[in-house]
Each structure stands twice: as structure tokens, then as C-alpha cells.
Nanobody, 126 residues
């Protein structure tokens, strides 16, 4: 059974940092697309960062809106992290980990991803 479990969310002041982690169980991240999405109240779910862990290396893509502040990595075999620096109030959202896209990883929409975690809340306020 495939499961994705996010952790690391919380409340932080503007300018602060958080590191989210997504632990995958029941499948390997090798040769898979793993992505982070976020959804604020009233907004659509948007892709924030994507990574494809191929046999030839790792390809990553971070959305333009957060590229200077966010990064995606795989610190452990089945853990994918989202490092978020210089957080802003507009980064407040539920953050979700998702995996296994049926399309091109970096251009995946939410409907393209097969597996989802339950989400972790990030709140940025003073």
C-alpha cells in the first residue's frame, strides 16, 4: 500500500524557514516523480516543486514564484524534502506531497499525480 506522510509544517514569522519532509512507504522514489503542491483557502492546488529521481540523475523544477526561496531534495532514499526560506505570508497554505505523475514531471498538474499525502499546514504571520 502506497502512503505519503508529510511533516514539518507549523507557524513561523515572515522571513523564517521551514523544512517539510515527505516519507514514502509502499513504493520506491527511484524512477518516480515526487512533487510538492500547496493550496490556500479559496485557491486551486498549485505545484511548487518537482523532482524526478531517474537512474541517470535527479531533475528538479521549482515554480517561478518561489524559485529563489524554495528547494527540493531527497536527503534519504524514500524521503523528499522541501526547504522553504524567507517565508512570506502569501506562502500560508496546506502543503501536500504527491507522487507518480502520468505526464512530464515538471509540468504535472494535480490531476496527473496518482498518490497524495494528507498535507501539512504552513502558516506565516507576525
Amino acid at each position: 500500500q502506497v502512503q505519503l506522510a508529510e511533516s514539518g509544517g507549523g507557524s513561523v514569522q515572515p522571513g523564517g524557514s521551514l523544512r517539510l519532509a515527505c516519507v514514502a512507504s509502499g513504493f520506491s522514489t527511484n524512477n518516480k516523480c515526487v512533487a510538492w503542491f500547496r493550496q490556500a483557502p479559496g485557491n486551486e492546488r498549485e505545484g511548487v516543486a518537482y523532482a524526478y529521481f531517474g537512474s541517470g540523475g535527479v531533475s528538479t523544477y521549482v515554480a517561478d514564484s518561489v524559485r529563489a526561496r524554495f528547494s527540493i531534495s531527497r536527503p534519504y532514499q524514500n524521503t523528499v524534502a522541501l526547504q522553504m526560506n524567507s517565508l512570506k505570508p502569501e506562502d500560508t497554505a496546506m502543503y501536500y506531497c504527491a507522487a507518480q505523475s502520468k505526464g512530464v514531471c515538471a509540468r504535472s498538474q494535480a490531476a496527473d499525480l496518482a498518490y497524495w499525502g494528507q498535507g501539512t499546514q504552513v502558516t506565516v504571520s507576525s
